[in-house]
């Protein structure tokens, strides 16, 4: 499936929220859009899913307008919001079966499907539980179930790792990157670790706006020559750089900075992470 974003633009009250975007979108990749809080990653969301209209711009699924026809998308689309809807007094089977009714799973199929999203979430044990007595990262998996029930072609989970343990990130991360092989996954997450190793595709966008449109490898290799460290001065460790950060090596602390250049003899010139080079981005120490 090909989704495209043409010049989508938003605003609330006269205050811009989203400007101008495009981007494609195609099936086969895990897209991870990038940005600080209050970017306006959830309301390109919302545009994505139909839940709120544009300004000015159009979505097309396979070249069709979703923003004129709706059900285009809402037919094939999982989608994870950041707060997930659930009912307290209800078991986990019970809100999935719900789920499934309403997103027209075949009736023979319902319980097979939740044994299997169960086992894959690693919830079988707890099915049966009521929601109330879930943690915030138990509902969240349950959440995850509730988007891939009837398997849709697009997936788009906004923060989907909110409330996850190390362990459950990894496996979220190692699901969402399998069903990119033949899906469309789109991934909002302002955490780059959540889609660093897994990511065809990133998108940054800052106020409103798009940064960055393009490969994890290329934004990397974008920003060679602008990361550097040198070991923690021992005698002013208060004048470090802007733009840093330490980090605990075998040698001792390291301070870790975004810059052209480095004020530091002892500087030098290190491999930019993918979180490097977003912050990088996001700071305007990259040139765009």
């Known amino acids: 499936m090909h989704l495209t974003i043409e010049n989508i633009s938003l605003q609330y009250d006269k ?10 979108l195609v099936s086969g990749e895990l897209i991870g859009l990038l940005g600080p809080n209050g970017a306006g990653k959830t309301s390109l969301l919302k545009i994505l899913t139909t839940l709120q209209s544009p300004n000015k711009g159009d979505i097309l699924l396979d070249g069709k307008s979703i923003i004129k026809r709706p059900k285009l998308i809402q037919k094939v ?5 950041q707060q997930i809807p659930y009912f307290p007094n209800l ?13 027209g799973v075949a009736t023979n199929q319902i319980g097979s499907q939740i044994k299997s999203l169960l086992d894959r979430l690693h919830l079988s044990k707890t099915g049966h539980k009521k929601l109330k007595d879930f943690s915030g990262g138990m509902r969240q998996r349950v959440g995850i179930a509730a988007t891939l029930l009837n398997n849709p072609p697009i997936i788009i989970a906004d923060e989907p790792t909110a409330g996850l343990d190390p362990q459950e990130r990894v496996s979220l991360r190692n699901l969402l990157a399998e069903l990119a092989n033949d899906h469309l996954v789109l991934v909002s997450t302002h955490i780059v670790s959540d889609i660093e190793a897994v990511a065809n595709q990133i998108l940054l966008l800052q106020s409103g706006q798009f940064l960055y449109r393009g490969t994890p490898t290329n934004l990397m290799t974008k920003s060679n020559g602008y990361v550097w460290e040198y070991p923690l001065p021992h005698s002013k460790p208060s004048l470090i750089e802007s733009n840093s950060s330490l980090i605990q090596r075998s040698n001792g602390i390291q301070v870790r900075v975004l810059s052209k250049t480095s004020s530091q003899a002892s500087a030098q010139s290190v491999t930019p992470t993918l979180e490097d080079a977003c912050l990088g981005i996001f700071s305007g120490v990259i040139p765009l």
């Open 77 to 81: 689309l999982g989608y994870l919001p």
């Open 15 to 24: 205050t811009p929220v989203l400007t101008n975007l495009n981007a494609d």
């Open 91 to 103: 078991t986990a089977v019970e809100y999935l079966n719900y789920v499934a009714v309403m997103k």
